[in-house]
């Protein structure tokens, strides 16, 4: 779905997630519905926000991601853009006749309380400047479960073969070129406010 007249603002020195979300997420009455049919917004504890634009045969497409605790939950909505499966050329009509987006917006919510997350890291990367100084570069934190994922199995140099199983596992990012420096430091303080909430942090 393209962005249409709707121009995202930078969330993070909204300190309220319903401020943040109205600044930066284009649907942002679907978003803080589904959330506070689950939490008490005013609970949160602490957040985070991503957005990703990709091109697509009918369009562009917006990933939206808004991750929350309320302290017992990881609570994660997502929105996405997609083309319509049951009439493929309908988004493609929508462009070349003037119209916006595809036809179809998909909004999903998820919730995992902090006792699935058994494995937890925090990754810091600072710049080293010439004159010897230190700027924050990137911040990049995952959440790991024993959800199983997914299995795969692979041959072995023994030539005997063995399954490794994937958990589920959630990953946030944020960069000099992905967010600024203001999102960094959001993300840090979501990280650590999941590692005090949920157990220790492997850097």
């Not at 519905?33 to 369009?59: C, H, K, M, S, Y």
Request: hydrophobic share 40%; net charge negative; no cysteine.
């Amino acid at each position: 779905m393209t962005s249409g007249a709707f121009v995202p603002q930078d969330w993070a020195p909204y300190p309220r997630l319903e401020d943040a979300v109205r600044a930066s997420v284009r649907d942002a009455d679907v978003a803080l519905d589904a959330l506070a049919g689950v939490v008490d917004l005013d609970a949160v504890v602490a957040f985070t926000l991503e957005r990703l634009i990709t091109p697509q045969p009918w369009g562009e497409a917006i990933w939206q991601e808004i991750a929350v605790t309320d302290g017992r939950r990881l609570i994660l909505w997502h929105g996405d853009d997609e083309q319509d499966p049951e009439d493929p050329l309908a988004a493609g009509s929508l462009l070349s006749g003037g119209t916006s987006g595809p036809v179809m917006f998909t909004s999903a919510i998820r919730t995992v309380p902090l006792s699935a997350v058994v494995d937890q890291g925090l990754r810091h990367r600072f710049r080293v400047e010439p004159d010897g100084s230190r700027t924050m570069h990137a911040v990049n934190l995952y959440l790991a479960t024993q959800t199983p994922e997914r299995s795969m199995t692979e041959l072995t140099e023994a030539n005997e073969t063995r399954s490794v199983q994937y958990v589920e596992t959630y990953r946030f990012s944020k960069s000099v070129t992905d967010g600024g420096l203001a999102q960094m430091q959001r993300l840090l303080q979501f990280g650590r406010a999941m590692s005090r909430l949920a157990g220790g942090t492997r850097t």
